[in-house]
């Protein structure tokens, strides 16, 4: 296992539109079983497969669910369909939490598409069955992913995720309280952070990116990197910045 070596890791803030959409989701997913919870439905029998998209003023949450009757109504028709106005509320208020209030994307005038609908009765009898048949049944997505804990940092967290992430909660931290002209920062932005390790452990800094959107059209990069520069180094904190580092 080679001791000395370059680790680079990513992070992307809460405004990135994968994370706008995966904040969305999630706000779902918390709204459903509160409801679930106020209304005494058993949480096991909440089904929710929900997908949100983002574009230019607008957002899609799609998929398929199963819900207690606080979230239902009835149609013309006397029929239970998906009530949307609850969703509609749990995302705005997630897209106005992370901050966006701009002409292209605004918590308050975006579109919003709620398309959700009942579980499919297949899917539905093959995850209903799964717990009486112990696994054997079921319906899901498979992934993989990697991550381990260490003690290179308070959060038990690798060095350069650590920062990474460091880097942007400082930033938007700064762009909602109003700090000078980190208030005129957006909420979307990316952090890259390098670390060269020293027999195993993580030595120094050797490259920084930081990409951000920013509100005030006058900036060029050099005064991007003077509102942004401050927050870098205080997230760093005493991991050493190489003399030569990008």
């Known amino acids: ?14 405004g990135h539109p994968d994370k706008v959409c995966d904040r969305i989701s999630d706000e779902i997913v918390d709204l459903v079983y509160r409801e679930a919870a106020k209304t005494g439905i058993n949480p096991w ?40 106005s609850k969703f509609k509320t749990a995302a705005r208020r997630a897209i106005k939490d992370i901050g966006y209030e701009q002409d292209g994307f605004h918590w308050k005038t975006a579109k919003i598409d709620v398309l959700l609908h009942s579980q499919s009765a297949d899917i539905a009898q093959g995850v209903d069955n799964a717990a009486d048949q112990q696994g054997d049944e079921g319906a899901g997505d498979q992934g993989i992913m990697f991550g381990y804990a260490c003690k290179e940092t308070p959060d038990l967290m690798p060095a350069p995720i650590y920062y990474s992430h460091k880097i942007l909660q400082l930033l938007a931290a700064a762009r909602k309280a109003g700090n000078g002209d980190a208030a005129k920062l957006g909420p979307d932005a990316k952090s890259q952070v390098t670390v ?13 990116v930081l990409s951000t959107q920013h509100l005030d059209d006058s900036w060029d990069s050099k005064k991007v990197r003077a509102v942004v520069e401050p927050y870098i180094r205080e997230a760093l904190g005493e991991l050493p910045i190489a003399d030569d580092c990008k």
């Open 196 to 208: 060269r390790y020293v027999n195993g452990h993580p030595a120094e800094v050797t490259s920084i």
């Open 45 to 84: 029998g909440v089904r929710i497969a929900c997908e949100t998209l983002a574009t230019t003023n607008r957002v899609v949450i799609a998929g398929e669910v199963r819900l207690p009757p606080s979230l239902m109504k009835k149609d013309k028709n006397g029929a239970d369909v998906i009530n949307p």
């Open 1 to 14: 296992m080679r001791a000395n070596y370059l680790f680079t890791s990513e992070s992307v803030a809460e």
